[in-house]
């Protein structure tokens, strides 16, 4: 899949190896893709294959001194590779959220969803706090998160997975950022979860216009979201095509493996269904 300069997110002969006593180890290598606005694209492959090193890579979190990353990352047109710790802090959270896979590493156990929703708000706009926490109420409404002053006043251990994930996904949206990193953020959860969370990570990009990059080895999960698709396999994208052809004519033998061993988010008898 061809990056243009259309591309919210452009990322363009990504290289990356790790240093280590004995010399080198490439992790991943010629990784070429891009995202435009309103769009999913699904990263797929087995545990190991460079997905999450891909988009440790896009949020600059990889230590600088035992990883060297070549290539190219932009987001609307500004390269991310190399760019200062300062500027790129301002970048996470604002203009690339991350989503990760388990909600309850991304709250602190010791204070409320709201102190840290409200505390993320204000440390990256000039808001007061009762305008962040307005906000805060705004959005959970908006994503149909029910009782919102209630969520804010609990710590994270009241909450379900499947809650805390969707107070992640909405404190991802307060911000309207221009990408979502989703990093299989439906693993943790049971059926009704997942599928909750994949509608609500729909609307946002539907209503936000913003650009989703979501990771899964679940091409389960890929088929019901994505517009297009990249397959990893040992740091390399062996295919890439838009979802219906990818799923309908697969050519690298990798993605067929994938393809037959792929569960479905419908039960046997009929698809969940729910209001959002």
């Given amino acids: 899949m061809e990056a243009n300069e259309r591309d919210i997110i452009n990322v363009k002969d990504l290289h990356v190896q790790v240093k280590t006593d004995g010399g080198s180890s490439t992790l991943v290598q010629d990784i070429n893709f891009g995202i435009k606005k309103g769009k999913i694209l699904g990263l ?103 009782n919102a002053d209630k969520i804010l006043k609990n710590y994270p251990f009241e909450l379900s997975g499947g809650m805390l994930q969707r107070v992640m996904i909405a404190m991802a949206a307060s911000l309207n950022p221009s990408v979502i990193i989703a990093d299989e953020p439906t693993t943790a959860l049971d059926l009704h979860n997942q599928l909750l969370v994949l509608r609500l990570l ?42 219906l052809e990818l799923f309908d004519h697969p050519q690298h033998e990798y993605t067929k493996k994938l393809l037959r061993t792929r569960p479905t988010l419908y039960s046997q008898k009929q698809p969940y269904t729910y209001m959002l």
């Fill in 202 to 243: 729909d609307k946002i990009r539907t209503e936000y216009g913003t650009a989703i990059l979501l990771i899964s080895h679940d091409l389960g999960v890929i088929s019901e979201m994505a517009d297009d698709v990249v397959v990893m396999k040992q740091g390399r994208i062996v295919e890439a095509a838009d979802v």
């Fill in 44 to 146: 797929v492959g087995e545990s190991g294959s460079g997905k999450t090193v891909t988009s440790m890579s896009i949020l600059q979190l990889h230590d600088k001194k035992k990883m060297d990353i070549k290539g190219s990352i932009t987001l609307q047109g500004r390269e991310l590779i190399n760019l200062e710790n300062k500027e790129m802090r301002k970048i996470r959270g604002k203009d690339i959220a991350f989503i990760m896979q388990n909600p309850m590493n991304a709250f602190t156990p010791v204070f409320t969803i709201g102190h840290q929703f409200i505390e993320t708000i204000r440390s990256h706009t000039t808001l007061t706090k009762k305008q962040a926490k307005q906000l805060a109420i705004d959005v959970m409404q908006s994503v149909n998160l029910p």
